[in-house]
């Protein structure tokens, strides 16, 4: 039979509204009766109903986090950075995906809105207009890797065209000479940055090379189309920049499959050290997104504004060259 809230006042003999402030930990409620109450409880296996809990103290012990995929190393490490900060506070971490659209965004955002205390929201998709009209205005928000700041929610984000003008300069001081690109998918905030960075450091470094950038959508199977259109052209790259570890992974399987080696026929080189990274052969030279930690920092922030304490604001991660054996060195050497 289910224990309520009135079977711990009746053992108590207290009134049901003195357990729920002891249970809610009220300081009205003198800390011999709090603990005799709570023991009472743990006694009886009382648990407190969510729903009639969050009607009495207006919080869910809850916060949402909507991300563009649930699929993949990357998204992995996001949500486990986020879930260590949300125990760390006792709170739960609600979880929701939008599938790269921002009209599935703003259904999430509406589904979502009195679910939970506050929102972390990663939408590379979403624009100025969509936020403005989606975003729960009562729901303290941090957005992360979002293309436009809305008003009063936090934001955290990668330097993604400085982490991809900084790979691609490391590729040009190797010597390669014609370096290709494995953009990731269209409208997609991180993607253009890492394109747009792929665009600077060649007017940088090899300014004579016109752009050669296959389409991709992060995904390994992109990647591995891209490999397979690559060891078919009659004037390969000398080396390729893939906007993420996954799509550089599926290429590498491509190449090795098709009869060519990496470095030695065509370095590789991808974008935010997913863990497997590290693992393949030759092991992938990226730029390291503490991925966790940025999932942590973006959830400390919001809870801290959710038990009203300072937070930090805003930040940027800035990504760090990873040399591996990849792109044919085993040290990063300054762009000539």
Do not use: W
Request: charged share 20%; proline share 5%.
């Amino acid at each position: 039979m289910t224990v309520t809230i009135k079977d711990v006042a009746r053992e108590a003999n207290v009134s049901v509204a003195t357990v729920s402030r002891a249970l809610n930990g009220h300081v009205n409620v003198t800390v011999e009766l709090r603990e005799r109450i709570r023991a009472i409880a743990d006694r009886l296996r009382y648990t407190p109903h969510g729903a009639a809990r969050s009607l009495i103290t207006r919080r869910t012990d809850t916060i949402g986090a909507i991300l563009p995929d649930l699929y993949g190393e990357f998204f992995s490490e996001l949500m486990r950075g986020m879930d260590i900060a949300a125990r760390a506070h006792r709170m739960h971490l609600l979880v929701s995906s939008s599938h790269g659209s921002a009209v599935e965004t703003a259904a999430a955002l509406r589904a979502l809105s009195g679910r939970v205390d506050g929102l972390l929201v990663m939408s590379p998709h979403a624009d100025a207009a969509m936020l403005a009209d989606a975003l729960p205005r009562a729901v303290p928000t941090v957005l992360m890797n979002t293309r436009c700041p809305a008003e009063g929610a936090m934001s955290f984000a990668v330097d993604n065209r400085g982490g991809a003008r900084a790979i691609v300069a490391h590729l040009a001081s190797l010597g390669h000479a014609r370096i290709a690109m494995i953009s990731g998918p269209a409208d997609n905030f991180d993607a253009d940055e890492r394109r747009q960075g792929y665009m600077d450091a060649l007017a940088a470094h090899r300014p004579s090379q016109t752009p050669l950038v296959f389409e991709g959508d992060f995904s390994e199977a992109s990647g591995y189309t891209a490999g397979v259109h690559l060891r078919g052209l009659s004037e390969r790259p000398d080396a390729v920049f893939a906007a993420n570890d996954m799509m550089a992974l599926g290429c590498l399987f491509a190449l090795h499959e098709g009869g060519l080696q990496v470095p030695r026929d065509i370095a590789l080189a991808g974008f935010d050290d997913i863990p497997m990274a590290r693992y393949v052969s030759p092991p992938l030279t990226t730029m390291r997104v503490n991925i966790a930690e940025l999932g942590e920092r973006a959830a400390r922030a919001l809870l801290s504004r959710l038990a009203g304490q300072d937070a930090e604001a805003d930040g940027i991660a800035t990504p760090e060259l990873i040399v591996r054996g990849s792109c044919g060195s085993t040290a990063p050497r300054a762009p000539s």
